[in-house]
């Protein structure tokens, strides 16, 4: 572990699951016509046998877990599922009719909040409803994240049945002292009986959620959390930086910096995390993803197609991701696209007929080259180009301030084309922020990313 290094790089970084990131949207010439527009002209632009991705994003859990960053909605009433349910089908239908043919899924993601919040037989309303006004494709991934707490048998079984294959658990640490401080309860036996009973069902990728530098941890209860997990063995893993970003999430009020770990520390739980992981056969994939070779997002980085979106990494690639719900993204390649963040403002555009989008961006030329060269850096590690056909000038200044992270060992440039080190893997987001064109030219006054570390 280079502490120098760790130091230096440990500053409020965006986590590029877009190109501009949300911060730096500029709603100039967005309208929801507009936008309307783009998912046309990409599915126009749609190559044969593509399909598109589809998030669909169900905000209510019954507690808050104080660490989340997620938009949600705390209720323990179970009749908010219907009309919610419904609403999202409408809006479903209001892409449908501007595509203006049946869709190809490719990818199918149920996010959260907590999807298992909804019963069986609503999700199952849910996903028909959606399944019957397009056509799945051959090679189809769908996933939805569970709380270990209240993912059950029926939950399982009515999703496989509908095409689920992948599920995603919420871990975050196993420490009952840093379960009761984020409020996120689940024992290990509880995990594990979930984790069975999926692999028994027929899913066939399990993903574990785990976080580094949450509050009141420590170096033995992560080791203990991580040897945990690598027991149970599941497919991939997230082990990522917990974000501190009160002013934004009033929750992580619930502590102060004080019971965080510290730089040092902070640090060497992800070392020994990664170290850990590695020696069990995990392999590193992108950006805090660690996976077995058997998984498929190993194929696809070691065959080049490893993407990046909202959703995270994927090994699906497609040029229309859609995200229904309240506060998801859509993205058209050619522009992005937010849904109202409050369930009441969203639910109220959807019952006018309204696309509830609340803001977006339309991207330029610029913004295309370099959102292209980041997600290349962020999947593969690498990233090339040609004069004059890619010029851009804001790329080429960009370079220019990567030459004291390549003077530091973190990339290597040469005449055409870039390469992350090893050492360098660590410090994907402050590689791809010095090409972060309208990150540099509005540096922000107030802090509006988490930090590196």
């Not at 699951?17 to 599915?43: L, Q, R």
């Not at 959703?311 to 522009?335: F, H, K, N």
């Not at 790329?395 to 080190?421: C, N, P």
Request: with cysteine.
């Amino acid at each position: 572990m280079n502490t120098n290094l760790a130091h230096k790089y440990n500053v409020p970084v965006p986590r590029y699951t877009s190109y501009p990131t949300v911060p730096y949207w500029d709603a100039t010439y967005f309208t929801p016509d507009a936008w309307g527009k783009t998912v046309i002209d990409a599915i126009k632009n749609t190559e044969a046998g593509e399909g598109i991705s589809l998030y669909i994003h169900l905000p209510f859990c019954e507690s808050l877990c104080t660490y989340c960053g997620c938009n949600t909605r705390i209720t323990k009433n179970h009749k908010v599922e219907e009309p919610y349910i419904k609403a999202v089908l409408q809006e479903w239908q209001m892409y449908l009719d501007l595509i203006g043919k049946k869709p190809v899924i490719r990818e199918l993601h149920l996010g959260g909040g907590t999807p298992t919040f909804f019963s069986a037989a609503n999700l199952q309303m849910l996903i028909q409803g959606i399944l019957d006004h397009a056509t799945v494709h051959q090679d189809a991934a769908f996933s939805f994240e569970g709380h270990p707490g209240n993912t059950t048998q029926a939950h399982l079984e009515t999703l496989h049945q509908l095409g689920f294959k992948r599920l995603s658990l919420g871990i975050q640490d196993f420490d009952p002292r840093v379960q009761l401080i984020i409020n996120r309860i689940q024992t290990v036996e509880e995990v594990e009986h979930t984790t069975t009973v999926a692999r028994e069902t027929g899913y066939n990728s399990i993903n574990y959620d785990l976080i580094y530098g949450l509050p009141l941890q420590t170096l033995e209860g992560l080791q203990e959390t991580v040897a945990e997990v690598i027991r149970l063995k599941p497919d991939r893993i997230a082990f990522y930086s917990y974000a501190h970003v009160p002013w934004v999430k009033p929750g992580q009020r619930r502590y102060t910096e004080k019971d965080l770990p510290d730089a040092a520390l902070k640090q060497k739980l992800y070392d020994t995390g990664r170290q850990m992981l590695k020696a069990a056969g995990y392999e590193e994939i992108g950006m805090d993803h660690f996976t077995l070779k058997t998984d498929s997002l190993y194929l696809a980085a070691q065959e080049g197609k490893l993407h990046r979106n909202f959703m995270g990494y994927t090994d699906q690639y497609s040029r229309l991701m859609i995200g229904l719900g309240v506060s998801s993204i859509s993205d058209s390649w050619a522009g992005f696209a937010q849904n109202e963040k409050k369930v009441e403002t969203y639910l109220e555009m959807i019952n006018q007929g309204q696309l509830p989008v609340f803001k977006g961006h339309l991207s330029n030329t610029e913004d295309l080259i370099l959102r292209q060269h980041i997600l290349n850096i962020m999947c593969q590690g690498y990233t090339s180009w040609e004069q004059p056909d890619e010029f851009c000038t804001a790329f080429f200044e960009g370079l220019k301030r990567m030459e004291e992270l390549e003077a530091d060992g973190l990339v290597e440039i040469g005449a055409a084309s870039l390469h992350v080190t090893d050492t360098g893997k660590r410090y994907l987001r402050n590689i791809c922020m010095t090409l972060d064109a309208r990150l540099w030219e509005n540096q922000p006054k107030t802090q509006l990313f988490s930090m590196a570390g």
